[in-house]
């Protein structure tokens, strides 16, 4: 069904994360093959848009590169697609959310420090 939600579990009415309004979120980074420096990076974020993380909308944005570089892990403009996705939360639930649940992939072990530095402060 596009834009609705066909059905929630009886039991997640009752799960206590879902007591207070909560949003999650997922977001990575999609690079062009080894070598293709002059090619954009594309990135994505998803976010739940209702009360009980049964329907979900996107952000996608365009990471370019110099081309003289490898292409970043780092997800530039996440504080904007964070941003807009809060918004269409609060659009749909009419509530701001208490927490937030972020789910970042992508990643190396040996990434995350450098990865939470720069997208935690933005």
Same mark, same amino acid.
Do not use: W
């Given at each position: ?18 007591? %207070? ?12 093959? %080894? ?5 954009? *990076? ?16 996107? %952000? ?19 504080? *904007? ?26 990643? *190396? ?11 935690? *402060?933005?």
């Amino acid at each position: 069904k596009i834009g609705g939600t066909n059905n929630i579990a009886a039991d997640m009415m009752g799960i206590p994360l879902f007591k %207070q309004p909560v949003i999650i979120m997922g977001a990575d980074n999609s690079h062009p093959a %080894q070598g293709e420096g002059n090619r954009p *990076s594309i990135t994505a974020i998803v976010g739940s848009l209702d009360r009980y993380a049964c329907r979900y909308g996107t %952000q996608i944005a365009v990471q370019k590169t110099d081309g003289r570089r490898t292409h970043s892990f780092i997800i530039e403009s996440i504080g *904007s697609l964070v941003k807009n996705m809060l918004i269409k939360f609060y659009q749909t639930v009419k509530v701001k959310p208490q927490r937030i649940i972020f789910y970042r992939d992508g990643l *190396s072990e040996g990434q995350y420090y450098h990865v939470m530095m720069y997208e935690v *402060s933005e």
